[in-house]
C-alpha cells in the first residue's frame, strides 16, 4: 500500500480527521504529525524529520483552505507544500490539492499559486457523501481500488444519524488517530449489521461507548446514537431488560429524538406490554409527527393487543395520502386484518386481493386464506397457504395448511405437513401431539408404534427447553393420556391449570 503525507493547518484538524478517517479506512498508510506532536514551531524551517517523511511518501496531498494559504495559520502548510514541489512531486502527478469547500481560500497565494490549475478533489467536511466523493477521487488518483465502507449502506440502519452526529460533535477532544480508531469500530459494527451478527455488532458498539465516553468531557457530551444502537441490538438478541435499560439512559439524553421512544416501544412490544409500548409510541411520534412508521407501529400493537379501540374508517384517510409501496402494504394488512376480527371477511377479501401475493408476510397469508375460508372459496384459501408456506418457509403457516386439510378431510396431505412440522428443527410439543392424534383417529399397528415415539419426545425435557411453561405441562399430559397413563395425566394436567379447562376426552380434541 501507498504511503501519503497530508499537509493541512492545525486550525482544521476538525474537517481533517474526517478525510483521515476514511483514507485509513480504505487502507491508506498516513503520517500524521498531529498525533506525535511535532507541529512545528512558527517562522522556523521545515523540520527535518517532516523533510524525511515527504521524501519517503509516494504521493503528497495539499489541504486547501483558507486557514492553510492565510500568511500566520498557514505559514508551516506552505513550508511543506513549497518542499514537496522542490522534490519533483507537482511534475510527478503525486501531488493532489483537496479543497475545503467549507472555508476556501479568497486567493491561492505564494505556493498554492502553482496548485491552483491542477485537477483537485473537493470535499465538504460536513457532507459524509462529499467526503466519500473526494476519497473516491483520492483512490482512483493513487491507483488503489475504492472500497465503498459498510458505514455508508444505506441498508445500516443507523450510518446516516451516526455520521451526522460524528460530524458535529465538537464536545469530544478527539486526534486524527482516536478519531479513525471510533471509525474502524463503527464501520466494523456496520459490516457485522449488514450480516445480522447482532452479537458481534454489539461487542463494537460497547467498545465504542467505552473509548468514547471515557473521552466526553461531561456525561452529557457523550454520543447519543451509539446507545440507540446498542439498544438495537440488545432487542434483536431478545435481551429485552438491558434493551429498556438502554433506552431508557437514551430517552434522558439531551439529543433525545423518537428513536429513543420508538426503541422503547418495540421492546415493550416484544414483552407483550401492549400499554407501556402504545404509550412509548405516542411520544416518538410527539416527537416526529411525520413519521408514518411510528403510526403503524401504534396500529399494529393496538391490534395484537386485542383491544378493539378502533375500527377500519379510521384508516380512510390513508386513501387520498401519497404513500410509498410499502406504506400501502401496511395500511392494507392492517385494515385487512381489522376487516377480519370485524367479521368483514368479503370485505377482507378485497382487500388483501388488491395485494401482490408475492409481497404478503405470513400474516396477510393467515387472515387472507382464512377470509377466503369464510366466505366459501375453500380451494383458493387452500393454495394461498400452500404457496404462503413454501415461499416464505414458515412453520407456522404449514401448520395451518395441515390444520387445514384435516377441515377438509384431506388426511394424507395433513399427516406429509404434520410428519415435515415434527422435525427437530421445526417441531414444537402442538405438532407432536396433534400428529399423534391424527394417527391415533386412524388407528393401526404401524400407528401405534409411531404414536408412541411421538409422545416420548414430548415428554423428553433434553429435546426442549428445561423452562417448563403450562403450555408444556398441557401437551406432556396428553402425551401421558395417550399412552394410557391416566394418573400422570392427570397429574400433569392440573400442573397446566389456567391452559386449557376442556380435559384430554373432551369433544373439541375430536378429529
Not at 483520492?138 to 441498508?155: E, G, K, Q
Request: glycine share 4%; hydrophobic share 40%.
Amino acid at each position: 500500500m501507498s504511503n501519503l503525507f497530508v499537509s493541512f493547518s492545525g486550525k482544521d484538524q476538525h474537517d481533517v480527521r474526517k478525510l483521515f478517517a476514511s483514507l485509513q479506512l480504505q487502507g491508506t498508510e498516513i503520517w500524521d504529525y498531529s498525533s506525535f506532536d511535532q507541529e512545528l514551531t512558527l517562522a522556523q524551517p521545515l523540520d527535518k524529520s517532516l523533510q524525511e517523511r515527504i521524501d519517503a511518501c509516494d504521493y503528497f496531498i495539499a489541504v486547501v483552505s483558507a486557514n492553510s494559504t492565510e500568511e500566520h495559520t498557514g505559514h508551516n502548510t506552505r513550508l511543506e507544500v513549497h518542499y514537496a514541489v522542490q522534490r519533483g512531486l507537482l511534475q510527478q502527478g503525486r501531488l493532489l490539492p483537496v479543497l475545503l469547500i467549507n472555508n476556501p481560500p479568497q486567493q491561492w497565494r505564494d505556493i498554492y499559486q502553482s496548485l491552483a490549475t491542477l485537477v483537485r478533489a473537493e470535499i465538504d467536511p460536513a457532507s459524509s457523501d462529499s467526503i466519500e466523493e473526494g476519497i473516491h477521487r483520492i483512490c482512483r488518483w493513487m491507483s488503489n481500488t475504492y472500497v465503498p465502507p459498510s458505514l455508508n449502506d444505506a441498508r445500516v440502519f443507523f450510518a446516516h444519524r451516526f455520521l451526522r452526529e460524528a460530524q458535529e460533535a465538537d464536545a469530544i477532544p478527539l486526534s486524527n488517530d482516536k478519531f479513525f480508531e471510533l471509525m474502524r469500530i463503527m464501520n466494523r459494527c456496520a459490516e457485522k449489521v449488514l450480516r445480522e451478527e447482532w452479537k458481534g455488532a454489539l461487542d463494537d458498539i460497547t467498545l465504542f461507548k467505552l473509548f468514547s465516553d471515557s473521552m466526553a468531557r461531561e456525561p452529557e457530551h457523550r454520543f447519543y446514537y451509539p446507545q440507540i444502537i446498542k439498544g438495537v441490538c440488545e432487542l434483536q438478541l431478545q435481551d429485552y431488560s438491558r434493551a429498556e435499560k438502554t433506552f431508557l439512559e437514551a430517552s434522558i439524553h439531551p439529543l433525545r429524538d423518537e428513536n429513543a421512544f420508538a426503541g422503547l416501544g418495540h421492546t415493550y412490544y416484544a414483552r407483550r406490554l401492549y400499554s407501556e409500548a402504545i404509550t412509548a409510541f405516542q411520544t416518538a411520534l410527539s416527537l416526529n409527527p411525520a413519521d408514518r412508521d411510528i403510526e403503524f407501529n401504534i396500529l399494529g400493537t393496538l391490534l395484537d393487543s386485542g383491544e378493539q379501540v378502533f375500527d377500519v374508517a379510521m384508516l380512510d384517510h390513508y386513501d387520498n395520502l401519497e404513500l410509498s409501496a410499502a406504506e400501502r402494504f401496511k395500511v392494507n394488512k392492517v385494515k385487512g386484518i381489522v376487516l377480519c376480527r370485524s367479521n368483514k371477511y368479503l370485505e377482507a377479501t378485497k382487500v388483501f386481493g388488491s395485494m401482490n401475493p408475492e409481497e404478503m408476510d405470513d400474516a396477510c397469508v393467515d387472515y387472507y386464506s382464512s377470509a377466503l375460508e369464510h366466505c366459501g372459496q375453500k380451494r383458493k384459501a387452500l393454495a394461498i397457504l400452500k404457496s404462503g408456506a413454501a415461499r416464505l418457509d414458515d412453520t407456522n403457516l404449514y401448520h395451518l395448511l395441515a390444520r387445514a386439510y384435516l377441515r377438509h378431510g384431506e388426511v394424507e396431505k395433513a399427516a406429509q405437513l404434520y410428519e415435515t412440522l415434527c422435525v427437530p428443527q421445526r417441531r414444537s410439543r402442538q405438532y407432536l401431539i396433534e400428529y399423534a392424534r391424527l394417527l391415533k383417529a386412524f388407528e393401526s399397528s404401524n400407528n401405534e408404534k409411531k404414536i408412541g415415539e411421538l409422545c416420548k419426545v414430548v415428554l423428553s425435557v433434553r429435546d426442549f427447553s428445561e423452562c417448563l411453561t403450562l403450555e408444556d405441562f398441557f401437551y406432556m399430559g396428553f402425551a401421558n393420556y395417550l399412552m394410557g397413563k391416566d394418573e400422570r395425566a392427570r397429574y400433569d394436567f392440573e400442573r397446566s391449570s389456567g391452559f386449557s379447562d376442556k380435559y384430554y376426552d373432551h369433544s373439541a380434541y375430536k378429529l
